[in-house]
């Protein structure tokens, strides 16, 4: 929000104004966040077939009922990635989530597919799950990768 206003500021700003700048990074934990470069919070690695499987527990009820929102998205022509099959209609997308040793998600990196609406829903879905994630047992916090599958029928 705040960054938008700074660059809102110098597109309207007029020759000479001064123009605040934001704040330098702080360097302690933040809220999770699946865009943008929170605080103190690393940015998920460009290569992410090294990266562990994040495992989540009772995945087809955690999960249950999510495709409705994706669905209509598609219908609304705001995202042209899905995939005709024989029983309907798929969406995957891969996310990167970042966890703390105790559980705790700190970032979550959808990997664009060029629908935001979907891949910022994904990432809800994915925070929305973070009781139901099992973590491997380390001392400092890890990437870890999913992906997630809608579908709907025809």
Do not use: K
Not at 135 to 150: A, G, H, I, K
Request: glycine letters at 8%; aromatic letters at 6%; hydrophobic letters at 45%.
């Amino acid at each position: 929000m705040i960054g938008a206003l700074f660059a809102l500021l110098q597109v309207v700003a007029p020759p000479g104004a001064i123009i605040p700048t934001p704040p330098a990074a702080q360097t302690s934990p933040s809220t999770p966040s699946s865009g943008g470069a929170s605080a103190g919070v690393p940015l998920a690695p460009q290569d992410w077939s090294a990266l562990p499987v994040l495992r989540i527990r009772q995945r087809s009820t955690t999960l249950a009922n999510t495709s409705a929102y994706v669905h209509g998205e598609v219908m609304a022509g705001r995202c042209a990635r899905a995939i005709r099959t024989t029983q309907g209609w798929t969406l995957s997308i891969d996310l990167a989530v970042l966890m703390t040793p105790d559980g705790r998600v700190r970032r979550i990196t959808p990997r664009a597919i060029d629908c935001p609406t979907v891949e910022q829903y994904a990432a809800g879905v994915i925070l929305g799950a973070r009781d139901a994630i099992d973590v491997v047992d380390t001392d400092t916090d890890t990437w870890y990768r999913t992906s997630l599958t809608f579908a709907w029928g025809a």
